[in-house]
């Protein structure tokens, strides 16, 4: 289960070095390393990475406390748990691109997809 755990977090970060990307060739990295009070108005792809950091941010409190509880709690099945660990970092690691590049239907079919292997990691607690 750690291994999910820390290939969580790795996703997590890919998330929040991306958005970063995309500001810095448009502010420059004098800008960038300054105080920015204000940024820029974000552009479409820009927007979009922000959104999809957010967005794993909200879900990452989530995974991570069920995966804690499936190795603490002596009577979680701890391989159905890492079976939903390894959905919802599969499907985030799909879902990134497909938020980049705007996919409707799939992007949130692929959501579906990791929502359901917390589920997954929830009904192993039981």
């Given at each position: 289960m750690v291994i999910w755990m820390l290939a969580a977090?790795?996703?997590y970060y890919a998330g929040v070095?991306?958005?970063?990307?995309?500001?810095l060739p448009k502010i420059g990295?004098?800008?960038?390393?300054?105080?920015?009070?204000q940024d820029p108005a974000p552009g479409l792809i820009h927007g979009r990475a922000?959104?999809?950091?957010r967005n794993m941010a909200e879900n990452l409190p989530v995974f991570l406390g069920?995966?804690?509880?499936?190795?603490?709690?002596?009577?979680?099945?701890?391989?159905l748990?890492?079976?939903g660990a390894a959905v919802f970092v599969l499907a985030r690691l799909v879902y990134l691109p497909?938020?980049?590049?705007?996919?409707?239907?799939?992007?949130?079919?692929?959501?579906?997809?990791?929502?359901?292997?917390?589920?997954?990691m929830a009904l192993a607690l039981l």
């Open positions: 977090i790795a996703v070095f991306l958005p970063p990307m995309f500001l990295v004098a800008a960038y390393a300054g105080h920015r009070d922000l959104r999809a950091q069920l995966a804690l509880l499936s190795i603490v709690l002596p009577e979680a099945d701890i391989s748990a890492i079976s497909l938020y980049l590049m705007a996919v409707p239907y799939l992007r949130s079919l692929v959501y579906g997809v990791g929502l359901t292997g917390q589920i997954v």
